[in-house]
């Protein structure tokens, strides 16, 4: 059977796309690292899905993404679809960051996608409607002086894309999505509550983003941006200097801190 595969599936875009599906009676792979959060939300889409299978995985670890795959070949799943949500926004000055941070984030957020799409192409039919979605990020669209990492690996994931889509034109769509902010955990809702500047007008809620970037990739749009005022800042950030846009980068993301890795 060809399933939909979600990373980041108990994670608050990642559980918007799982919810959005399954009341379709998409058949759902999921997976997070939590084996019972994974079972609790299986559990909970049995009424509207028949077909949901999960399997824990750290995207971080080579062998856990292995035993991912063997799981998955062991009751002869293929896909016809993933959806790559996962990701890790580590944001304060580098020099605080230690080994864990930098291997956390450039894992999940490059190598752990990269290593599932390779994984992917092989267990897919490749007909013209496979599809491919990867969620970026609007960090991406500048150099970002304090939240740094993260806003370069979301880079790296939207190259990596634009070019997986040239290799794979006619098999597959291929799609990269780069949302704004999105009120998903405590710790987001608690800086938006914060926030009194025009970052609060680009704020889109998970549902809306994902319900936009299914139909982007089935249109098989190239990089999506999703609402008015993230697709303004990134039309208003390229009229600036790139030396302007650093020192006001900087301005903006100085002064917040988000340490939010998981364990
Ligand atoms: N929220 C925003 O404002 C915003 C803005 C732009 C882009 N984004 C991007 O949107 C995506 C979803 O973010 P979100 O807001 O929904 O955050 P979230 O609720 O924290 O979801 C992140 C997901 O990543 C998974 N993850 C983290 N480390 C992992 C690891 N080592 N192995 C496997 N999975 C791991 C988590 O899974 P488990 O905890 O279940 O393991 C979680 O489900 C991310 O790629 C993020 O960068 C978010």
Not at 93 to 119: C, K, W
Not at 121 to 146: A, F, K, Q, V, W
Request: charged share 25%; aromatic share 10%; glycine share 8%.
């Amino acid at each position: 059977m060809n399933y939909t595969l979600i990373t980041g599936a108990c994670g608050g875009l990642g559980g918007a796309f799982t919810q959005i599906l399954a009341e379709k009676g998409t058949p759902l792979f999921l997976t997070g690292r939590s084996a019972e959060k994974l079972n609790t939300l299986k559990t909970s889409l049995q009424e509207k899905t028949s077909h949901v299978e999960v399997f824990p995985c750290d995207l971080r670890d080579e062998e856990s993404r292995a035993a991912f795959f063997a799981h998955a070949d062991s009751l002869g799943a293929t896909f016809d679809r993933i959806i790559y949500v996962a990701g890790v926004d580590t944001q304060m000055p580098f020099e605080q960051y230690d080994e864990a941070h930098i291997m956390t984030q450039t894992r999940v957020n490059f190598e752990g996608a990269a290593s599932f799409l390779r994984s992917f192409l092989g267990r897919s039919p490749l007909d013209g409607n496979t599809e491919i979605l990867c969620i970026g990020s609007i960090t991406s669209i500048m150099p970002e002086p304090y939240f740094a990492l993260y806003a370069a690996t979301k880079k790296a994931l939207e190259y990596f894309c634009m070019a997986l889509r040239t290799e794979l034109k006619g098999r597959a769509k291929v799609t990269v999505v780069l949302p704004g902010t999105m009120p998903t955990r405590e710790d987001i809702k608690a800086s938006i509550e914060k926030s009194r500047g025009y970052s609060r007008f680009t704020i889109l809620s998970p549902e809306k983003v994902a319900a936009k970037a299914l139909k982007a990739v089935k249109k098989n749009k190239k990089r999506v941006i999703i609402g008015f005022w993230n697709k303004l800042t990134n039309f208003g950030v390229h009229l600036i200097p790139m030396s302007w846009r650093l020192h006001f980068g900087a301005k903006v993301w100085k002064g917040s801190q988000k340490d939010f890795y998981g364990t």
